[in-house]
């Protein structure tokens, strides 16, 4: 595996790569679980190379976010993907993708408001410009995301089809499912600040989620289960809920039906850990 640091050095190494066959990406922001490894395994199924990016963006946290707390493992990481298989991986600094005088943002309406586009203002345009410069920079054939972000992928493909990216095309940008831990909890960087206790209580999302879902199918009001979902959140131990909605899978439309194409999606906290979970209603 050959690391790169600079744009001077990636072309070169992604142009060689290129001569041999398919190269996919897979966008990551490192401390890297088993989560993100589905999503190496994945790309070195369906593409010849693969090239993985670790970025802690800083343009997607927030002011009072954990940007600087966010973990930092590169060693490990790096042994990681090595034993993966993965052939280059691009770790640029934050002044390699962030010259000084860089003024550009890319937005995108609709698919990013609400959910967490509405808890944390600004995240999803951090998101959109540097997906679409790690693209720009690697040109991979394909690209891999995690369904756990499912508004940042349905994020990422609307910008792929209004920019008229061909590297990945939409369709070349692959969601991969939610890989969870054995009480259910899907898998994050973030679940390394929960202390064993508050760990404990996050094993309650995905199973009030699992309820309110059997609910909503049982004949129970979309909004009612999502309102005892809530109040049973915030019995097992989490201090506030940000939101516990149903929507369309595709577009992200607020939706009261329980159409088994909509989804679940919530976000609660524990202590100052945040944690997301989405399922498909059917
Ligand atoms: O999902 C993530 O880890 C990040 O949002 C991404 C896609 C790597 C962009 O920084």
Same mark, same amino acid.
């Given at each position: 595996?050959?690391?790169?640091?600079?744009?001077?050095?990636?072309?070169?190494?992604?142009?060689?790569?290129?001569?041999?066959? *398919?190269?996919?990406?897979?966008?990551?922001?490192?401390?890297?679980?088993?989560?993100?490894?589905?999503?190496?395994?994945?790309?070195?199924?369906?593409?010849?190379?693969?090239?993985? =990016?670790?970025?802690?963006?800083?343009?997607?946290?927030?002011?009072?976010?954990?940007?600087?707390?966010?973990?930092?493992?590169?060693?490990?990481?790096?042994?990681?993907?090595?034993?993966?298989?993965?052939?280059?991986?691009?770790?640029?600094?934050?002044?390699?993708?962030?010259?000084?005088?860089?003024?550009?943002?890319?937005?995108?309406?609709?698919? =990013?408001?609400?959910?967490?586009?509405?808890?944390?203002?600004?995240?999803?345009?951090?998101?959109?410009?540097?997906?679409?410069?790690?693209?720009?920079?690697?040109?991979?054939?394909?690209?891999?995301?995690?369904?756990?972000?499912?508004?940042?992928?349905?994020?990422? /493909? /609307?910008?792929? /089809?209004?920019?008229?990216?061909?590297?990945?095309?939409?369709?070349? &940008?692959?969601?991969?499912? &939610?890989?969870?831990?054995?009480?259910?909890?899907?898998?994050?960087?973030?679940?390394?600040?929960?202390?064993?206790?508050?760990?404990?209580?996050?094993?309650?999302?995905?199973?009030?989620? *699992?309820?309110? &879902?059997?609910?909503?199918?049982?004949?129970?009001?979309?909004?009612?289960?999502?309102?005892?979902? *809530?109040?049973?959140?915030?019995?097992?131990?989490?201090? =506030?809920?940000?939101?516990?909605?149903?929507?369309?899978?595709?577009?992200?439309?607020? *939706?009261?039906?329980?159409?088994?194409?909509?989804?679940?999606?919530?976000?609660?906290?524990?202590?100052?850990?945040?944690?997301?979970?989405?399922?498909?209603?059917?």
């Amino acid at each position: 595996m050959e690391t790169v640091t600079t744009l001077a050095r990636l072309r070169p190494a992604t142009d060689a790569l290129r001569t041999s066959g *398919s190269l996919a990406l897979v966008p990551t922001m490192g401390a890297l679980h088993e989560g993100h490894l589905t999503l190496v395994r994945e790309a070195r199924e369906k593409a010849d190379h693969v090239a993985v =990016s670790i970025f802690v963006n800083p343009r997607q946290f927030g002011p009072n976010e954990d940007l600087d707390a966010y973990p930092r493992q590169m060693a490990r990481d790096s042994a990681l993907l090595e034993a993966e298989g993965v052939a280059l991986l691009w770790a640029p600094p934050p002044d390699e993708v962030y010259p000084k005088g860089y003024a550009t943002n890319i937005s995108v309406e609709g698919v =990013s408001s609400g959910l967490c586009g509405g808890d944390r203002p600004g995240h999803f345009d951090g998101v959109a410009t540097v997906v679409c410069k790690l693209f720009n920079q690697v040109r991979p054939d394909l690209a891999f995301f995690g369904e756990k972000d499912w508004q940042q992928l349905a994020v990422i /493909r /609307r910008m792929a /089809r209004d920019l008229d990216l061909t590297r990945p095309h939409v369709d070349a &940008i692959h969601g991969v499912p &939610i890989v969870r831990e054995a009480d259910g909890l899907a898998m994050s960087s973030r679940n390394a600040y929960l202390s064993a206790e508050q760990r404990a209580i996050a094993a309650a999302l995905p199973r009030a989620m *699992s309820g309110a &879902i059997a609910e909503m199918r049982g004949g129970m009001a979309v909004k009612t289960a999502l309102r005892e979902l *809530s109040a049973t959140l915030l019995a097992a131990g989490f201090d =506030s809920v940000d939101y516990a909605e149903v929507r369309t899978g595709a577009d992200l439309i607020p *939706s009261v039906e329980a159409d088994p194409e909509n989804r679940l999606f919530v976000a609660a906290r524990i202590g100052g850990t945040r944690l997301i979970d989405n399922r498909a209603l059917g």
